[in-house]
Nanobody
């Protein structure tokens, strides 16, 4: 069982930056690929970025070059650094975990955090 707790959301102006963190419980963190998803009002939850246990990453085209996902295996924590934020990035951001391989498919993740809200003002 893995428990995930996100933090770091808030309000930021367009063009600004924000960092999110997701702390995971458990002793086998490196076995898990971690991902960030987001859900804007009235929209489906979508994949943002993922990272596997050895640090390999994968990004959605919409955030490539602006967002960076990273992880600290010693702290059981995954991060999302968001730069050049746009109003379209406004959403609740969720941390998710699945064993081994990164996936961009929401249904393939077994564990989810409660979400943290990010609002980008224009």
């Amino acid at each position: 069982q893995v428990q995930l707790v996100e933090s770091g959301g808030g309000l930021v102006q367009a063009g600004g930056s924000l960092s999110l963190s997701c702390a995971a419980s458990g002793r086998t963190f490196t076995r898990y690929s971690m991902a960030w998803f987001r859900q804007a009002p009235g929209k489906e939850r979508e994949f943002v970025a993922g990272i596997n246990g050895s640090g390999g990453t994968y990004y959605a085209d919409s955030v490539k070059g602006r967002f960076t996902i990273s992880r600290d295996n010693a702290k059981n924590t995954v991060y999302l650094r968001m730069n050049s934020l746009e109003p379209e990035d406004t959403a609740v951001y969720y941390c998710a975990a699945r064993l081994w391989v990164i996936s961009a498919t929401r249904s393939e993740y077994d564990y989810w955090g409660q979400g943290t809200a990010v609002t980008v003002s224009s």
